[in-house]
């Protein structure tokens, strides 16, 4: 087996993961290298989510019944879970939401219902980048339509960067807000967060981050971003589905109107008038997702036990032999940066006019489960000039030798075109 | 939770009623629908008089009586003191057992040392606390609103 | 044991809920009467979702690998059988969201931004009643203030009911949607959808309906009901929290704007502009809650095996017997209607001036397990002078025996503040 | 599902280049980027030509070029039938077992069948037809849009 320095335990860790021992295929192992997609749930995720429904479940808040004031303390227990996760100041700053699109959502309606000095109207302009997830593209279309704000963005470098030349046009005094993504899911790049983060405070602009691809990977410190707002997923950090978080700084929660209305977010409702509970619950209408929260926290305590630094340095060790391993593959070119420097795990490539598709599709009838397409990115593929790419992407319970396997599998691949 | 004290002060309140006071305040507790309209009056920071009105459950209500019984006659850093001693206790999560020098501060207050285990029922005991809090801010100037996003 | 027409084999019911063992205050037998706020899980639900997540776990669509595929045809599933279960026309009708409360809201964003002949502006008019759950109400107090629109609403009558005597003054030719609640969370009323959606479709106003108490209890056809959008919740029907249905007639899903815009809603994607999938996808931003789709698939295979009708029988033959018991306690008050008729299995009620949360408290003590007060629905104990009720509220598993424990209980906390 | 004769159409595709037609049409399979350019040339109902243009997999690529072969010459009757047939094979998720006189309308088409089981291809697959549908109806009249609803 191939031995890279900085590699964890993998055979420890993938017992925890039932999933993994899955054959497909007609008894072919599963080498499941999707999980920028979504990753897989240690056994450990699943025991909370049982125990929860089997001792505890009830509605939250409000209850004076014991199973209610357990759920209650289990749920508010996992908000500190991810407070002390992503270093929040503050517990009352983390909002659970269902995925990370509707986290950033939130953060596009907060701002186009807000009064001043945050309002997002006609006179002021929204700014993104060119390689977002369509979940930080369209909520920013859908409010430049709806207030009639202009939507810019940062362009793309040859080799899959943002293109921050013309920064101090980009972001102006009219910036309203700068929202881009930390890790790229389809390119792998990790953004330069500071400089970004200095032009936008220049001109006063707020700073949302999507940590989709970040949170599960490495150490994340809102502190340290600098940012008002960071969103994420649960189900890509190994949480059920169902679960998101947007964490914001505290006063703008105090001060931003309410997204969804309904039970739990308000204070006081009348017939003609309501007010509304403080943050965090002011953004959670209706029965939150309880499990899924309890299922999030023990996710987070299975990540902490390894330890994110170590996850983060597993996944570089990996990415750099991935990276290495698919240069050797003919016709392979990777769409994106391709060393394994400010680089995540995901890598995406095409393999000569083969279409994604059917590079996938033989990987898989190899038990090889990467993904094709345009990965909710398709401005990246149309900036890149091609149809689609295939994206292998790897996590804490990858190992150099299913690398192989997929080196493997793409050499059966051109065979079988060829 | 429901120590005979606090069924007492329950059936049996003290100084209820509303009566002249320097500043009057209406706190809600939005979870359960407790409402206390509470007026304080001063002699300089001696506090002469507590006077209440409101619905709510045993515990608040109870809360209040209290809160009369205890702060009526004391200066204001005395019933600071209270105050803050009675908030630490009932954040305390059932984890705090009273010791002896609390229980000179707190005297009957150290009843509700039980209802600190029940998260949904700690904001009826401190209803009238905060409220006591906001309308000494006010009477005594100095910003109310402050004050409470500290409490 | 009470033996009553119409019940359920609850001893073998109660076996498939493992919580339903569970003792509390030092071995205190659990009995659970607060099935309003949300239910308990069979053995089967928690299967599904372990399964799903031990076996299939992936991203939906657009997978080409096994286990996407798989899941897919999982989620895709369940959307079958959600569909079959409200015997919608059509599975693409079916959208899930993260709860009811979201599925009002994204109704009353779709109107809000709206083409004719659905916008909802200055020149027109909401209707809902005074019995609605904050879910169905602040929804449209949000977008009255933020378009302008009247808010409108039926009052209550004393006994408990719709007052629809001045019909023709609330719902009129400027009113575009009324929104009501099938069966009321607090007061257990069924309301008379009938004449509600005669008056509604004489003026042309859309009508969406809360079946968030109905659909866990009775049998729920969409087709008969003639609304134009049925909201419900998973977590109350026997399926996990985190999940949510909007049904809505194809044409109007067709015609109206999306609301929360991210991944797997969109058909095509450029910076300049996007298109939408068709519904329901257009209304699914993001990865959808997967497994707690899965889940609420199989909750329905748990109830279809015992029978929307069985069920309703049941819970008719509890609520009877509860009314009566109820009557029984000095000085309680039932609010809500007083007998059976037209009522769900919800019974919220005072007891002298014992406040409710004492009134829980004690209960619980005892381990009955009820909810007090205002169960976000604070307007109805605004109407009725109340600061909050006391409520139980059954379920398939529900026994007379725990009935009859409340009763007991009462009297217990009549002793103690008596 | 990659069948040999799959395989020949896509390396070696029938009728491919874009020529002279009666309609245009351009259709995207929005969840792959597979895209085709389609133009249909009709003497009566006589299909003249069927010429595309596209970029896709090998499915949606090796579909296109049967599509040419099967449907050029053909009378419009007969190519609808081909079309329905090729279309219920396709939605018949894997259930379906091609049997002889599937097999003589559609030729070549018959090795998609194993297609049908996934899916994510069953698009790929129909995307050509689908797009001559389309352009049928624009070309002989007709609504072109209620057409592709109910494809
Ligand atoms: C009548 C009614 N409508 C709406 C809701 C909201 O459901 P959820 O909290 O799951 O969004 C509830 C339950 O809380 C309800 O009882
Ligand atoms: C970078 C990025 N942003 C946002 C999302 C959206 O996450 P979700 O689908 O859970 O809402 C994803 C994942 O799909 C992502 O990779």
Redesign the pocket.
Known sequence: MTQLPGLLDTEAIRKDFPILDRQVHDGRKLVYLDNAATSQKPRQVLDALSEYYERYNANVHRGVHVLAEEATALYEGARDKVAEFINAPSRDEVIFTKNASESLNLVANMLGWADEPYRVDHETEIVITEMEHHSNIVPWQLLAQRTGAKLKWFGLTDDGRLDLSNINEVITEKTKIVSFVLVSNILGTVNPVETIIRRAQEVGALVCIDASQAAPHMPLDVQALQADFVAFTGHKMCGPTGIGVLWGRQELLEDLPPFLG??EMIETVSMHSSTYAPAPHKFEA??PPIAQAVGLGAAIDYLNAIGMDKVLAHEHALTEYAVKRLGEVPDLRIIGPTTAEDRGAAISFTLGDIHPHDVGQVLDEQGIAVRVGHHCARPVCLRYGIPATTRASFYLYSTPAEIDALVEGLEHVRNFFG | MYQEVILDHYKNPHGRGLRDGDAEVHHVNPTCGDEITLRVKYDGTTIEDVSYEGQGCSISQASASVLNELLVGKDLADARKIQETFLELMQSKGRLEPDDAMEDVLEDAVAFAGVSKYPARVKCALLSWMAWKDATAQALGGAADAERKTA
């Open positions: 309904g039970g209706g029965t």
